[in-house]
């Protein structure tokens, strides 16, 4: 079965990202090497979450970011439950970025933007959320594949 591939971007990180630029450029310029080393980290920070790629395929959701592909969430096929489109708002996942731990807290989301996303309900009660275009089509292509005889 062919997989599916969708990406959210962020707007505000591409901002956020692009004035730090210019702050850690300037304060170099003006003398303070180490203050704008430490600004052009806060710009590195911003573009690994820019925009987030995911893709579904036979093996599960694997979410990656950044052009290294890092960070990246994998999550078994076996491990999911289900999987519903939804409306995600930043403020009841935490914020933006990566947030909580499926590990820790049994609950994580990944958010780049306000709007459709996908909330996977996974085994032991765990639940994972993440921003996407086209939620619709990344929760059939999740829920074709647990329909599928083993």
Same mark, same amino acid.
């Given at each position: 079965?062919?997989?599916?591939?969708?990406?959210?971007r962020?707007?505000?990180f591409?901002?956020l990202?692009?004035?730090?630029?210019?702050?850690?450029?300037a304060i170099t310029?003006? =003398?303070?090497?180490a203050? *704008?080393? $430490?600004?052009?980290?806060?710009?590195a +920070?911003?573009?690994?979450?820019?925009?987030?790629?995911?893709?579904?395929?036979?093996?599960?959701l694997?979410?990656?970011?950044?052009?290294l592909a890092?960070?990246?969430v994998?999550?078994?096929i076996?491990?999911i439950?289900?999987a519903?489109a939804?409306?995600v708002?930043?403020w009841?996942?935490? =914020?933006?970025?990566?947030? *909580?731990s $499926?590990r820790l807290?049994?609950?994580a +989301?990944?958010v780049v933007?306000a709007?459709?996303?996908l909330?996977l309900?996974?085994t032991?009660?765990r639940r994972?959320?993440?921003?996407v275009?086209d939620?619709d089509?990344?929760?059939?292509?999740?829920?074709?594949r647990?329909?599928?005889?083993?």
């Amino acid at each position: 079965m062919e997989g599916w591939t969708g990406t959210a971007r962020s707007a505000w990180f591409v901002v956020l990202a692009g004035c730090d630029l210019v702050i850690a450029v300037a304060i170099t310029g003006a =003398g303070h090497p180490a203050a *704008g080393a $430490l600004m052009l980290a806060v710009v590195a +920070a911003f573009a690994l979450f820019v925009e987030v790629r995911v893709i579904v395929d036979d093996d599960g959701l694997h979410v990656r970011t950044g052009p290294l592909a890092w960070p990246s969430v994998t999550i078994p096929i076996e491990e999911i439950e289900a999987a519903t489109a939804i409306d995600v708002r930043p403020w009841r996942w935490g =914020g933006w970025g990566y947030r *909580g731990s $499926l590990r820790l807290f049994s609950r994580a +989301a990944w958010v780049v933007r306000a709007g459709p996303g996908l909330r996977l309900d996974l085994t032991r009660g765990r639940r994972f959320v993440v921003t996407v275009d086209d939620a619709d089509a990344g929760a059939a292509a999740i829920s074709a594949r647990l329909r599928r005889p083993g």
